[in-house]
């Protein structure tokens, strides 16, 4: 036995709420994306809770294939915050606002 | 309360304070290192939860990869520029409210919720069943995910290329 299921929920949610509460009031665009990072692994908690509570795997299968794609959003995100940040010289979100190229 | 159960409430503890250290650092790279602290309890935390496939892979992936790419970037970005919190604590103060009114919320349906004694037992799914099972039953996703990253390199690549000639143009 190690803890009721709906602790192990709580935890996530409350990791979510924090990342959610980065990604909306932050104007840091790293910080953005650092809070999508923070609510993947919290849903990635939650995941393998479920997994472990119903004992069957997909939630586990889940939780790798989320991690493949926080990594491709990573690194096209990325990217893009250099590139843009070439123009805008800025790391801002508010002065990301010329959609012009 | 068993030793297992002991060490959940632990991780969990260091995971949350983590976290919240990330999300409230004004330097950048200070948030990152806190991160790293946050993804790699999180592996432990699978690791409780008998994932240990998941555990390593997140610290291969997330706390390696992902983390790692960041602390380039940041470093590549000289000017660690200070960021404008936005406007103020009014500011910060209706987003909050509202989120910790939902976590209440969340907390009140997890508590009455009639299978909420419901413990979770200790299991085990090793590497070798995750395979099996993703390539059996989810074959074509993993396929789809290979294409997805492919498709993220040549977008990252492409956008890298185009940053390059744009900056060279302007300067000449």
């Not at chain 1, 119903?54 to 926080?70: I, T, Y």
């Not at chain 2, 209440?104 to 099972?133: H, N, Y």
Request: net charge positive; with cysteine; hydrophobic share 60%.
């Amino acid at each position: 036995v190690i803890v009721p299921f709906a602790h192990v929920l709580f935890l996530a949610a409350v990791v979510f709420l924090m990342g959610a509460l980065c990604t909306l009031l932050r104007r840091n665009l790293v910080m953005i994306l650092l809070g999508i990072e923070i609510m993947l692994n919290a849903s990635g908690i939650a995941l393998v809770g479920g997994s472990l509570r119903w004992m069957n795997l997909e939630g586990q299968a889940l939780v790798l294939l989320v991690m493949a794609v926080a990594a491709a959003e990573v690194s096209v995100g990325l990217s893009l915050i250099v590139f843009s940040r070439r123009f805008t010289g800025s790391l801002n979100a508010d002065a990301q606002n010329r959609l012009k190229g | 309360m068993t030793l297992y159960g002991l060490l959940f409430y632990i991780l969990g503890a260091v995971l949350v304070a983590a976290t919240g250290l990330a999300v409230t650092r004004r330097v950048l790279m200070h948030a990152l290192v806190y991160l790293i602290i946050a993804f790699l309890d999180t592996a432990l935390i699978f690791y409780l939860l008998g994932a240990p496939l998941l555990a390593f892979f997140q610290v291969i992936i997330y706390a390696g990869a992902i983390m790692v790419l960041f602390v380039f970037v940041v470093m590549l970005m000289r000017s660690a520029e200070d960021e404008h919190w936005s406007a103020s604590f009014r500011h910060w103060l209706l987003p909050a409210g509202l989120g910790f009114v939902t976590l209440g919320a969340a907390a009140a349906i997890l508590l009455l919720d009639p299978q909420a004694g419901v413990q979770l037992r200790l299991g085990l799914a090793t590497p070798r069943e995750l395979g099996d099972f993703l390539f059996r039953k989810y074959w074509l996703a993993v396929e789809v995910i290979s294409l997805l990253l492919f498709a993220a390199l040549a977008g990252s690549y492409s956008l890298g290329k185009a940053g390059r000639k744009e900056s060279k143009e302007s300067r000449s």
